[in-house]
């Protein structure tokens, strides 16, 4: 699982690993494990990057953000689904 807390956030991580020489790799990354972001705004700067958010928090607040991701995570777990969470 990965958290988005910002627009900018996005933007900075994407930046350096282009620098790094690994954004083909972080992107590929996105692809296997869940996104969290904390409200629209950053689910829209993710998908003009041409990544995707799988969920957003009831009201953008990061306790919400982490809470519900437990809850879902934990309701992912129970259905077989496992996955990989990096927070």
């Known amino acids: 699982m990965r958290f988005h807390q910002g627009a900018d956030e996005v933007?900075?991580?994407?930046?350096?690993?282009?620098?790094?020489?690994?954004?083909?790799?972080?992107?590929?990354a996105f692809g296997?494990?869940?996104v969290g972001s904390i409200g629209p705004?950053?689910?829209?700067?993710?998908e003009e990057y041409g990544l995707k958010a799988d969920?957003?928090?009831s009201h953008p607040k990061?306790?919400?953000?982490?809470n519900e991701a437990a809850v879902?995570?934990?309701?992912?777990?129970?259905?077989g689904a496992g996955g990989?969470?990096?927070i």
Do not use: C, W, Y
């Not at 933007?11 to 590929?28: K, N, P, Q, Y």
């Open 32 to 34: 296997k494990m869940v």
């Open 41 to 46: 705004t950053t689910s829209e700067t993710l």
């Open 11 to 28: 933007e900075h991580l994407l930046g350096v690993a282009a620098e790094a020489g690994i954004e083909d790799a972080v992107r590929s």
């Open 72 to 79: 879902a995570l934990q309701n992912r777990d129970r259905k």
């Open 84 to 86: 990989q969470a990096i």
């Open 62 to 66: 990061m306790g919400l953000l982490v």
């Open 55 to 57: 969920f957003e928090p």
